[in-house]
């Protein structure tokens, strides 16, 4: 068996597994949240031991606003997976939109800190200097 195969209720190729969320994303570009919804929540069925389509689900909810949905989800991601920079840095990111900033910003420091260098970092320190200029979480 491949190192490419993710573990879920059937192995899933790593390459489809990513085509399948990216066709999650391309109904949300579209406008089309309910599709969006049932690929996203497919795929975490498919990979109940990944944390990747909870993000989606939880950027889709903050897409639309449902910002404390949005931390739900993102909350679930890392409850799947305690390591992961990416739901870490949501959370923070969702915390802001709820006006939580304290709690916000400490988020975003962890998702730095879970991994310097890391996209998820970059995203994290983006947020937390728009914050600092007003532009997030006032």
């Given at each position: 068996m491949s190192d490419e195969m993710l573990k879920g209720l059937?192995?899933?190729p790593q390459p489809e597994a990513a085509l399948l969320l990216e066709a999650g994303y391309l109904y949300m570009e579209m406008g089309k949240p309910r599709e969006a919804e049932e690929?996203?929540?497919g795929v975490a069925a498919l990979l109940p031991h990944s944390e990747v389509?909870?993000?989606a689900l939880g950027n889709l909810e903050f897409s639309q606003g449902h910002f404390q949905r949005a931390l739900k989800h993102h909350q679930e991601a890392l409850k799947l997976r305690p390591d992961s920079a990416l739901a870490q840095?949501?959370?923070g990111e969702?915390?802001?939109w709820l006006k939580k900033v304290d709690d916000g910003v400490k988020a975003l420091q962890k998702?730095?800190?879970m991994e310097p260098g890391g996209a998820p970092a970059a995203f994290a320190q983006a947020l937390l200097e728009a914050h600092g200029q007003g532009a997030v979480g006032r």
């Open positions: 059937i192995d899933v690929v996203f929540a389509p909870h993000v840095a949501h959370i969702a915390l802001l998702a730095i800190e």
